[in-house]
């Protein structure tokens, strides 16, 4: 491969990875979308009974206790 073509393949390569997609209009939430995803439909713990009991029949079936929001080893050692 000649060195302008090295060059050529590098510089589409840092064109690819350094643009990302935040630049984008299609990912950015626009002011009057906000409302919308600030809905308490869209918080995942909404529900907090629901939750602890969601989490009582979860670890009742593992036999284990927490690691939900903690990373851990798994093996009890903590």
Known sequence: MT?????????GLATLLLGG????????????????LADAAMNPDRDPLGS????????SR?????GRAVGGAGCGCN
């Not at 997609?21 to 002011?31: I, Q, S």
């Not at 602890?52 to 670890?59: F, Q, T």
Request: charged residues 15%.
């Open 52 to 59: 602890a009991l969601s989490e009582h029949v979860y670890l």
């Open 3 to 11: 060195s302008r073509g090295l060059i050529s393949l590098l510089l």
């Open 21 to 36: 997609c935040a630049g984008t209009t299609l990912v950015r939430v626009h002011p009057w979308e906000r409302g919308a």
């Open 62 to 66: 593992e036999a284990s206790a927490g």
